[in-house]
């Protein structure tokens, strides 16, 4: 694949739309307080209204990903993000816990519509330079996840529930952003030689192994680890903060911020670095490198905690765009049902990983959630049992 300037222009496109995706995802959560106390929710009513994002959210991505793999939708990414803009406006305008939960779920089923398209034709656009092009991908929903819980606190917060229709705009400019990457995957040469490609590979798609089941069990297995440490900080890293070193809320929320950011560097870091030294070893780095420092975090004072935490962040981030390429080379044909199955689980897996924590929390302390957690990065010594993969640069 020849590289040039507007392939760079597609990347970009696509990680806008991936940060107004995650931007417009990391609402929900956000606007729990103002809801429980308008609507006399409990804690289960919450608990439910996350289940129905969540599932809708990863769910549906592996189907809508096979079925984009036979008959490719470059503009279903436009249709993606105008579910996730009427998910905000009902939200925004719900009366009742009903429309709540439709809101909710139409937020979740709009980046199940997003994500597996948007990676194939990352894919597409990368230039030869896969694991490149899939963290210049990740960084923009990374970057979206640290942004939008800040966004929520400068506009919703002082606003009010109503005040979540603002956003709906920025998921409107996604809209004809999405609409011009998706218009140059329809146009460009690209395209048009990869549809005849795409037309041999769907009529003698390659045979599933036992040993590339295995190797895509393992990969999942890895995602978890990441995604469970993860977790641990998103939901719970301010507590263990304001807990442990008796700092204030505020400079809890910017420790956050950091080690979110810190993502986006990490993620870039990897791709570049998996096009150069081979995925495989990008992935044993990227899981079982961090194990070092997670086991330091719980004993160090909150100046080592703060680099600690960012130089995990770096490490563990930098496995996802690797982990997304070496499963493509292992199913060629796939590429969007990979990109839904690997994002869906993730997204779904964070949500597991928070209740079973939260629970962990409550029958102990958030001090053991940091415990238990170092252990996680340990599981990276599975990637020993994935097959070393040759240079794939076809997409």
């Given amino acids: 694949m020849t590289k040039n300037k507007a392939v760079y222009s597609v990347l970009i496109a696509l990680s ?17 307080p103002i809801i429980k106390a308008n609507y006399q929710l409990d804690f289960a009513q919450i608990g439910m209204l996350t289940f129905v994002f969540q599932m809708c959210g ?36 719900a009366h009742d816990y009903t ?21 194939r034709l990352a894919r597409r656009a990368s230039g030869g330079q896969l694991g490149f092009a899939q963290a210049v991908f990740v960084v923009g929903g990374q970057t979206g996840s640290a942004i939008g819980p800040l966004m929520a606190v400068f506009v919703i917060v002082s606003g009010g529930q109503t005040s979540i229709a603002w956003f709906s705009l920025i998921a409107l400019a996604g809209m004809v952003i999405l609409a011009w990457a998706g218009r140059w995957h329809i146009r460009s040469n690209i395209e048009r030689a990869k549809n005849a490609a795409a037309a041999s590979v769907q009529n003698a798609l390659p045979v599933i192994t036992g040993n590339t089941m295995l190797s895509i069990v393992i990969l999942m297995v890895l995602i978890f680890s990441k995604v469970a440490y993860s977790a641990s900080f998103n939901s719970f890293y301010t507590f263990y903060l304001m807990e442990k070193f008796s700092v204030s809320l505020q400079f809890s929320q910017v420790m956050l911020f950091v080690f979110l950011f810190s993502s986006a560097i990490g993620s870039l870091m990897g791709g570049w ?11 044993w780095f990227s899981i079982l490198g961090a194990l070092p420092f997670t086991l330091m975090l719980p004993f160090v004072d909150l100046f080592w905690t703060g680099v600690l935490t ?79 993969m040759g240079k794939k640069n076809t997409a």
């Fill in 16 to 32: 806008v739309g991936h940060l107004i995706n995650d931007t417009i995802q990391s609402l929900l959560p956000a606007i729990y």
């Fill in 58 to 93: 990863s769910v549906f991505q592996p189907m809508v990903g096979h079925y984009t793999d036979k008959k490719p939708m470059p503009y279903s990414m436009v249709v993606g993000m105008g579910f996730s803009m009427a998910g905000l406006i009902t939200l925004a305008l």
């Fill in 99 to 119: 429309f709540l939960l439709v809101g909710s779920a139409m937020v979740g089923i709009g980046s199940s519509i997003f994500h597996p398209e948007a990676t």
């Fill in 273 to 283: 670095l998996s096009d150069r030294i081979g995925r495989r070893i990008m992935i």
């Fill in 310 to 388: 960012v130089i995990i962040n770096l490490i563990m981030s930098s496995a996802l765009a690797s982990i997304l390429v070496y499963a493509m080379e292992l199913l060629p044909g796939r590429v969007g049902m990979i990109g839904g199955l690997f994002y869906g689980l993730a997204f779904g897996l964070g949500g597991i990983a928070a209740a079973a924590l939260g629970k962990l929390a409550d029958a102990t302390s958030i001090n053991t959630v940091y415990l238990v957690s170092s252990f996680l990065p340990a599981f990276g010594l599975l990637a020993w049992f994935l097959p070393e």
